[in-house]
C-alpha cells in the first residue's frame, strides 16, 4: 500500500516538526469518542493489519522524487522520508476484545513525525474492521446458533473494504465469506451457492438445477427464487432422487426474495413432504440483525443467513467517531479541549471487572503507571522499537476470544436495543492529570 | 488486484457453465433498482477503474495453483482460467452523467463465463464510487459557488475506498482532497492545513502558529478551535505583521468544532476589526449537505468546507441498489421475476429529452436497436473485444460534463429534499419484450 495514503497536513506537520527539532517521544491514542446509537459496546479488529502498516511503511525512491517533482516540501523531509522506518512502541487491546468509548485501543509511542504521519492510515484500518466486527457481531447475538455468511463483497466500499469485512465478520463468529480471496489470504472458509443469472441462462428452472447439480455436487445448494420460490421448490424435490442415483446430495435451497418467514415455511412443508427434511434452507437478500431477529421470533425455518450489504457497509452506523490523539508529548500530558470533543490526557491502561457470573461490570481507565486496579488490565504491548512483540494470533484464536467476550456481555448490552449503557469510570488520576494540564495552559 | 477478489459462486457457475458449453454471448446491466429515500438523481463514476479492471484481468499461475489446490474446481476451468482475458464488450453512460433508476449505466456484451466472473468487482467498482459522487453532488448543490475539500480518507471503508472517494468527489465539483495519493495517482489537488496534535505539541498555541507559519509558508491555513477560538482567532491577528515582515500571508484559518454559524461570525469580526478580512474561514468537523445547507442560509461567513466521513462514506446511504443482471443469453431475452426484483429484460438504450430552458425534462428507455427517439442517446460503446474504444477522458472532461449536467438538473431535484420524481418512462417493445418472456416461461 503506498505511504502517500496519508493526508497532506501529515507531511507538512512532520516538516514543521523536523525543522525545530521536535523529534521527542509523542503518545498518541486511538479510541472511539461515542457509539452509535444503536450500538452498546464495539469489537475491536484490525490490528494486525495495522501492525503490518507499521512494519512495512516504507517511502519508494519514486515516491520521492514525485514529492519533490511537487514542490510542496524540502530537502529536509524528503530525505527523512526517503529513509523512515516506523521504530515506536505499540500498545494495543487485542483483536476480539470488546471495548467502549474513550478506551484507548491502540497506543502509539514514537518520535513525533513518525506518530503524526502514521495517523491517517491507522484510522482507515483500525475503524473499519471495528466497525464491521461490532456489526457482525450485533448479527450474531440475533440469530444464536445459526450459520451466518459474510455475501456483501459487491457493495463494501471497494477492494480492501470487501476483504477486510469477510476477516472482521469472521472474527466476529461469522462461519466465512463468499469472497475468494479471503480464503486465499487469511484462510476463511468461503461458501457459494448460484446466482440468479444461472437460472436465467437456462431455457428452463429445473434443468439449470439439474446441470448444476452434476456439474457441482459439493456442498450443492439451489437458488429457487428466480420466478416461483414455491414451484422451484417443488422441482428440487422431483430432483432430489434423480441425482440421489449419480450419488450426488442436496444439501440446501436459498431463498433471496419475497416474505422470508411465509416462505421459509411453505418450503419447509414443501421440502418435508417430498422425504427431503435433511435440506436445509439458506436465506438472504437484504438482511440484516433486525430482520434475522424478526425472523427468528416467527421461528422461520430458516438455518443460515447470507448477510451483505448491511453488514459490510454497517449500512445502519456506517463510521465511528474514532480518533487518533495526542496524549502526551516531551515527557508532558497533553489534551484537546475542542468543543465536544474533549479528551483525557496522558497513557492509559483499561481495567474490566466481572461480576460472580463472569459478566463484564464496569470498566475504569486509569493511568498506564497507576498501581494496580482490581479487574483485568485490557492493553497489552504488541510492538517494541518497530518490532512485534510475538508471532500473531491465529483467526482462530481472535475468534475464540471474540465468542467469549460476547459471552460476557451483560445481558441488556446483548440486546438489539440496548437502552443500557455499560459503566466506563475515569480514574481519579486521570482527571487530576487533565485538570494539570488546563492549568498550565491558563484554562 | 487480484483476480479472486470475487464471490465463490461466479467461479462455480463458470464451470457449470464450461462442463455444457454455455459460453454464448451473455449480455448483463448494470443499473440501480432505486434511488435511496434523500436522493433525487444519481451521478455515474467509477467507470475508469472498470475498464481499466476488465483489460487487466488475468489469473497468475499462483492463482490457479492456489485454485487448484483447494480441489474444488476441475482442470477444465483451471485451464480456462490460466488463459483468461477478458474479450467482451462493454456500452456506458459517460461519467460524470445524471441517471436515474432501471437506467443501465453499464452494459457487458460477453461470452457468458467471462460476463459472470466479474460481475462482483464491477458492481465493487462502479457502485461506490456513483454512491459518493452522488453525495459530492448535493454537497456542491448545499452551497453553490463555495471551495470544498474531501476530508475523509480516516474513516473511509479501507484504502481504495479513500483513494476513490476523492476521486468520485472530484468529478463530482470538488476542488481537492487531504488524501496525497490522490494526486500522484490522478492529478486532483490536494489541500492540507494542520492537526490539532502540531497545536498541541506545542506548550504555546501562539508559538504553534508561527512555527507553522514559517516552516509552511505556503498556502497558511491556521487552525483555530484546539482551546478557545476566539483567543486563537487574535492570536493570529497579533501573529500576522509579524509574519508578514518574513513575507509570509495568512490565507485562511480553519475551524473544526462548535457552533459553526456563530464562531464563524465572531472569528469573521475579530479578524476583519484586525484589518485581516483577506483572511478566509474554512469550517470543517463532521459535516454533510444538510449542516452546510444551514450554514449558507444563515449566512454564515465561511469560504469553504472540508467534508469528510459524510462523503467518503455516504453516510446518510451507505449503499444504493445496485444490480448487475442477464438480459440476454442466446439472442433471447431473459429477465429475473423474484419478488421486488423483477428486471426489464434486453439490450437497452436511454434517450433523454430537455426542455427549452435546457433542463432535463424526462428519460425514455427503449431498446437499443429502435428506431432514433427524441433527445439524447446516453448510452454510448466504450470497448470492443476487450478493448477501448478511445482513450479515456481526463478528469477535467468528467468534471466539465457533471458540471454541466448538474446545471441542468430539474429545480426540485436540485433540493436536499428533492420530494419529486423525475419521469423514467419504460419504452413499449421493452414492455413487450418482458411479456414475450414471462409467456415464454409459462409465467
Not at 496524549?327 to 483525557?344: C, D, H, I
Request: aromatic fraction near 8%.
Amino acid at each position: 500500500m503506498s505511504p502517500l495514503l496519508t493526508d497532506l497536513y501529515q507531511l507538512a506537520m512532520m516538516e514543521a516538526y523536523l525543522d525545530r527539532g521536535q523529534t521527542g517521544t509523542a503518545v498518541f491514542e486511538l479510541f472511539m469518542r461515542r457509539l452509535p446509537e444503536r450500538r452498546g459496546f464495539l469489537l475491536a479488529a484490525g490490528l494486525e493489519q495495522a501492525l503490518e502498516y507499521l512494519e512495512n511503511l516504507r517511502f519508494s525512491p519514486e515516491d520521492v522524487a514525485w514529492l519533490a517533482s511537487t514542490r510542496r516540501f524540502r530537502p529536509k523531509l524528503l530525505e527523512y522520508l526517503a529513509s523512515f522506518r516506523f521504530t515506536g512502541d505499540v500498545h494495543a487491546i487485542p483483536e476480539g476484545t470488546v471495548f467502549f468509548p474513550d478506551e484507548p485501543i491502540l497506543r502509539v509511542t514514537a518520535p513525533l513525525p513518525q506518530a503524526q504521519l502514521v495517523e491517517s492510515r491507522l484510522i482507515n484500518i483500525v475503524h473499519y474492521q471495528s466497525m464491521i466486527a461490532s456489526k457482525a457481531a450485533r448479527i450474531m447475538l440475533a440469530a444464536p446458533g445459526k450459520m451466518m455468511v459474510d455475501f456483501g463483497f459487491r457493495r463494501a466500499h471497494g477492494a480492501e473494504a470487501g476483504l477486510m469485512a469477510a476477516r472482521a465478520s469472521y472474527v466476529a463468529g461469522f462461519a466465512g465469506t463468499a469472497t475468494v480471496l479471503a480464503e486465499q489470504r487469511f484462510g476463511i472458509p468461503i461458501f457459494g451457492t448460484m446466482a440468479h443469472s444461472f437460472i436465467q441462462a437456462h431455457d428452463d428452472e429445473a434443468a439449470a438445477f439439474e446441470h448444476f447439480a452434476l456439474s457441482r455436487p459439493d456442498n450443492l445448494t439451489l437458488l429457487i427464487d428466480t420466478y416461483d420460490t414455491e414451484a422451484a421448490a417443488r422441482k428440487v424435490v422431483a430432483l432430489a432422487p434423480r441425482v440421489k442415483a449419480d450419488g450426488i446430495t442436496i444439501r440446501a435451497v436459498r431463498i433471496d426474495s419475497g416474505d422470508l418467514i411465509e416462505l421459509s415455511r411453505r418450503v419447509r412443508r414443501i421440502l418435508n413432504d417430498g422425504g427431503l427434511s435433511g435440506i436445509a434452507i439458506f436465506a438472504s437478500g437484504g438482511m440484516d440483525e433486525d430482520t434475522i431477529a424478526a425472523m427468528m421470533r416467527a421461528g422461520a425455518p430458516i438455518d443460515g443467513f447470507g448477510v451483505g450489504t448491511s453488514l459490510t457497509t454497517s449500512f445502519d452506523a456506517p463510521s465511528l467517531d474514532c480518533a487518533y490523539k495526542l496524549e502526551e508529548y516531551g515527557g508532558l500530558a497533553r489534551r484537546k479541549r475542542s468543543a465536544g470533543k474533549v479528551t483525557w490526557p496522558g497513557r492509559k491502561q483499561v481495567w474490566r471487572v466481572s461480576g460472580a457470573d463472569g459478566r463484564f461490570a464496569g470498566d475504569l481507565l486509569s493511568l498506564e503507571d497507576d498501581d494496580r486496579e482490581p479487574g483485568e488490565p485490557l492493553i497489552v504491548p504488541v510492538m517494541r522499537d518497530g518490532r512485534r512483540l510475538a508471532a500473531p494470533p491465529t483467526l482462530a484464536d481472535i475468534r475464540a476470544r471474540s465468542a467469549n467476550e460476547l459471552e460476557r456481555l451483560p445481558e441488556p448490552l446483548r440486546r438489539l436495543e440496548p437502552g443500557a449503557s455499560y459503566p466506563v469510570r475515569v480514574g481519579e488520576r486521570v482527571i487530576k492529570l487533565a485538570a494539570e494540564f488546563d492549568r498550565r495552559l491558563g484554562l
